[in-house]
């Protein structure tokens, strides 16, 4: 649709022609909030790091993640091997990097498609209200009525290792709380003027949906996104740590946990330093929820 | 109130209906045979039949749910298949053990928590308030299992003061009540924390203070005890994922507990021990969420509506609104 030029419109322009007009929109106010905020900044600069790690992870990692060298076993950190080595002789520093890698992307990957899927059922519900409501309330909490990890655990033991299917177990699994969340966020719009006088001029209910409603609970939405990646990485490192999750020798931090834990009492850095990724990055995304809460809406503080 | 109880009564049975549906579905996708597991490599094909046909392995899934959902309502959640007893009374037998670890746990995250949470909030904004609460998200980006091995090290390895495995005294339960207590610490720091410093700003803590009421008094008997109701509506949630988190922790310090137990049998392919297990904890899970809804409504009469008039007609509703605005 072409943006149609009103007499105001006209005026205001040549008016004002070349110069900048100041505008505050909610999200510069937000991201101004959210710069004073040093432990947001710091949870922002961690995760920050921790993607050019994942990003980088073939120039970074001195060596391959999966590669063996046997005389180097079992090696406390050095200048050779910053983080050591394990019982096969892999570099830890190499497998932490690439773990990010693995961590952040499948993170990302499972938030996305707990939105796409929770999400939008949570969007139907709240907007829909009703009879729709119940029905898709009701289905999720069967799935709340099981504890998140125990689910989770049972959806990868049914389905097997592997990435896809990790993928699904915990969508499946965070669904129920983000389709609440979504619903909540919908419904708080839901009775907003510009929905009543979008709807007045005849707007379609999808258009309604994804130009209207969606883009004004974006703030709300993304605070849940940050908060679920750290739940997320929390989850999967836990699945992994129980076998139950990726497939050696994918350097995940949890597995690489998991392989460091029976040498653990002799050698502490094999389970030292994937712990300290792990709880570093969820303390990040963690601080940096906390930080975009504030920003977004300084009365919940 | 008696209306409202039985509706959230009633209301459980078509979601527990769901998740046996759930484990069902999830057990029917599984690859591989049961009949595997339970017999020895040289079983004969006759032998492998026959226990089909025992198990009812053979007849259509549709029937096989029904007929699951059925031995449920009587009590009855199938034999195990690695130890060939009731699945029930292992788990009844087992569920003690994650019980007191799990009271265990919420009483030291609200003994340790509570204090903080005020504390933190009595001096908002100094060192010892920016202490408490980095201290707390810290412990809350834990991993369970993380928070394990560190506790281990330092308590079994180096110092040897508690066992890192087993129950073979009651010390052993010092460190998975202390793992899940200090996860969930965090959250009653945070809630009794932000609620404090709500609670603080109040009308009646300065009529308190203008009587002339000594700080600790107005702290404690006016301050605290409006300030604790919000963290005591948070103790069945958290009792809700500890429950969850049981598998990990008690897998970490080998025990018994019923989390141990459904993990070994999703190792052995034990299905109706995963079944029967899950659904028991869905149980719990369920009833504790529903107790949790009835206090509150217990505490504050006020709430019932938005728990009972859920499923209400539009209309009806705008009438009751109507008529309470007429009044």
């Known amino acids: 649709m072409a943006k149609r030029m009103t007499p105001a419109i006209a005026r205001f322009k040549k008016k004002h022609a070349g110069k900048t007009i100041q505008v505050s929109t909610p999200g510069k106010e937000a991201w101004r909030r959210l710069r004073r905020n040093r432990t947001a900044l710091l949870g922002l600069a961690i995760i920050l790091l921790m993607l050019i790690a994942a990003i980088f992870a073939g120039w970074i990692a001195p060596y391959e993640y999966q590669q063996q060298i046997y005389a180097d076993a079992y090696q406390t950190p050095n200048a050779r091997h910053l983080f050591g080595t394990d019982n096969f002789g892999r570099d830890l520093f190499s497998r932490c990097v690439y773990g990010a890698r693995y961590s ?183 601080m940096l929820g906390d930080g975009l809460r504030d920003a977004f809406d300084p009365r919940l503080k | 109130m008696t209306k409202f109880v039985l509706r959230r009564v009633l209301l459980m049975i078509p979601i527990l209906l769901g998740v046996t549906l759930l484990i069902f579905i999830l057990r029917a996708v599984t690859p591989g045979d049961p009949v595997d597991s339970l017999l020895s490599q040289n079983a004969t094909p006759e032998q492998r039949a026959e226990l089909r046909e025992e198990l009812g392995l053979n007849d259509p899934l549709v029937i096989q749910f029904f007929r699951y959902v059925k031995d449920v309502f009587t009590g009855d959640l199938g034999l195990s298949y690695s130890t060939r007893q009731p699945v029930l009374g292992e788990i009844l037998g087992r569920f003690p053990y994650t019980l007191i670890i799990c009271f265990g746990a919420v009483t030291i995250g609200l003994l340790l928590g509570l204090p903080l949470g005020v504390f933190s909030a009595l001096k908002q904004y100094t060192w010892v308030d920016s202490t408490i609460l980095v201290l707390s998200m810290l412990f809350a980006a834990c991993p369970g299992f993380v928070l394990a091995l560190v506790l281990i090290t330092i308590f079994s390895v180096n110092l040897g003061w508690l066992p890192a495995v087993g129950l073979a005294s009651n010390l052993g339960y010092i460190l998975p009540m202390v793992t899940i207590g200090v996860s969930s610490l965090s959250r009653y720091t945070r809630i009794t924390r932000s609620s404090f410093l709500e609670v603080i700003r109040q009308d009646y803590i300065r009529t308190a203070r203008a009587k002339g009421q000594t700080e600790g008094k107005i702290i404690i008997r006016h301050a605290f005890r409006n300030a604790f109701i919000p963290v005591a509506s948070s103790i069945g949630i958290q009792i809700g994922h500890q429950l969850g988190g049981a598998l990990i922790v008690e897998t970490v310090f080998g025990i018994p507990g019923i989390g141990k137990y459904i993990g070994d049998a999703i190792t052995a392919r034990n299905f109706p021990s995963v079944q029967g297990g899950v659904l028991f904890l869905a149980f719990v899970f369920t009833l504790i969420n529903l107790l949790v809804d009835l206090s509150f409504v217990w505490i504050n009469p006020r709430l019932k509506s938005s728990f009972v008039y859920e499923s209400e007609s539009r209309e009806k509703r705008i009438l009751r609104k109507g008529a309470r605005e007429e009044r």
Request: a positive charge.
């Open chain 1, 104 to 286: 952040l992307s499948l993170g990302l990957m499972c938030v996305i498609a707990s939105f796409l899927t929770g999400g939008m059922l949570g969007v139907i519900a709240g907007y829909f209200g009703g009879r729709v409501d119940n029905l898709i309330m009701r289905f999720m909490d069967m799935f709340q009525a099981i504890p998140q990890v125990m689910l989770a655990i049972s959806i990868t033991a049914a389905l097997g290792n592997g990435i896809p299917q990790m993928i699904t177990a915990i969508t499946v699994s965070t669904m129920p709380t983000i389709s609440k969340n979504c619903r909540a966020a919908i419904l708080n719009v839901k009775n907003a003027d510009y929905v009543e006088s979008s709807r007045a001029i005849g707007v379609g209910r999808w258009r309604m949906i994804f130009r209207h409603m969606i883009p004004n609970s974006v703030g709300v939405m993304v605070i849940f996104v940050v908060g679920l990646m750290g739940a997320t990485i929390n989850m999967m490192a836990s699945l992994s740590y129980l076998g139950v999750g990726l497939n050696p020798p994918t350097p995940e931090w949890g597995l690489i946990l998991s392989d460091g834990k029976g040498f653990f009492t002799a050698y502490p850095h094999m389970v030292l330093f994937p712990s300290l990724m792990i709880l570093f990055t969820i303390l990040a995304f963690n």
